[in-house]
């Protein structure tokens, strides 16, 4: 099992950073990648960015340049740098994990999803 706990979130100004945590815990060695992703109400979720387990990085391009991904070492904990926040950026942030291993199936590739945190951006 992967568990996956966000935090960070909270009400910022225009133009202020925040940077979101995403605490990840259970059987990490088989994780490939981790992403960020979020969504506004009535919208879909969406893709923001991802890091893989050799460190490569991509981003979607509306936040390109203003928000970074990184992780420790050990997959224990990523994070998202955002700076330059607009309200456009206000939707739930959501921590998520891609893995190859399946608890009580084996080898096999399953996702995971942390419960979310809200991003409010406004003066």
């Known amino acids: 099992q992967v568990q996956l706990e966000e935090s960070g979130g909270g009400l910022v100004q225009p133009g202020g950073s925040r940077r979101l945590s995403c605490a990840v815990s259970g059987n990490t060695l088989r994780i490939t990648n981790m992403d960020w992703y979020r969504q506004a109400p009535g919208k879909q979720r969406e893709w923001v960015a991802r890091?893989?387990?050799?460190?490569?990085?991509d981003y979607l391009d509306s936040v390109k340049g203003r928000f970074t991904i990184s992780k420790d070492g050990t997959w224990n904990m990523v994070f998202l740098q955002m700076n330059s926040l607009e309200p456009e950026d206000t939707p739930v942030y959501y921590c998520?994990?891609?893995?190859?291993?399946?608890?009580?199936?084996?080898?096999?590739?399953?996702?995971?999803w942390g419960q979310g945190t809200q991003v409010t951006v406004s003066s």
């Open positions: 890091i893989t387990s050799s460190g490569r990085t």
């Open positions: 998520h994990a891609r893995s190859y291993y399946v608890p009580d199936v084996g080898p096999g590739e399953i996702e995971y």
